[in-house]
């Protein structure tokens, strides 16, 4: 009965909720307003991300995430819910309460357009992340990491992260937010179960084991 009960929580929305961790509502205008984003427009307006997120969306630094690659639903919701104030961070809520719904879309889609990181197999033990991501874990009832982000980490349409060549160090410390609740913005809290369940060795090698992913 309590497998039951925790499976349930992962794969169905809660029925009540205090507040919403996110306000982004998927209407077909909104599906359409994504894929028909403006790449040129959107390329324009990535000129302000270079610092952080690099010139073709491959981050210079580990704590900054690489977008190039990265599915455009995922990012337009990542925008629209740090302008909301769902997704804390003050220097990308400042940046996003700036844009508009079309600039937001724009920018997805520029984004989405480049190609992904390419980054070299480490010779590290990830044994322990390939499990989860393959077969997931039974005892705990988690899911296999792949059923949502892809075989390939390449992510789904509706709003499920790319996870392929991410930033290690961005992927561990997004997990460890999940884990310890300072990250909230996951629809019916299915990060954040899965996260709690997660070692902070597993974290790490699954972490690892995305950036080198193509």
């Not at 925790?6 to 306000?23: D, F, G, K």
């Not at 980490?153 to 290690?168: F, K, S, W």
Request: hydrophobic share 35%; net charge neutral.
């Amino acid at each position: 009965m309590q497998r039951l009960l925790l499976l349930t929580i992962l794969i169905m929305p809660c029925l009540v909720l205090a507040e919403p961790a996110s306000n982004m509502v998927w209407l077909p205008e909104t599906l359409d307003l994504v894929a028909e984003g403006n790449t040129q427009r959107g390329e324009k307006l990535a000129e302000s991300c270079v610092s952080c997120h690099g010139e073709k969306g491959i981050s210079p630094a580990g704590m900054f995430p690489s977008l190039a690659g990265q599915t455009a639903n995922y990012t337009y919701k990542q925008l629209r819910d740090y302008a909301d104030g769902k997704r804390d961070n003050p220097m990308m809520s400042s940046i996003a309460k700036g844009l508009s719904e079309q600039d937001s879309a724009d920018l997805a889609a520029w984004f989405q357009s480049l190609p992904a990181a390419q980054n070299k197999a480490s010779k590290q033990d990830l044994s322990k992340a390939e499990v989860l991501v393959n077969q997931g874990n039974g005892k705990k009832i988690l899911p296999p990491c792949f059923t949502c982000h892809g075989s390939s980490g390449e992510g789904q349409r509706m709003d499920t992260p790319a996870l392929a060549g991410q930033q290690a160090e961005y992927t561990s410390n997004t997990l460890l937010e999940y884990k310890n609740g300072t990250r909230h913005n996951d629809i019916y809290s299915r990060m954040r179960v899965i996260a709690r369940q997660l070692s902070n060795v597993e974290i790490k090698q699954l972490a690892e084991l995305y950036q080198q992913m193509k």
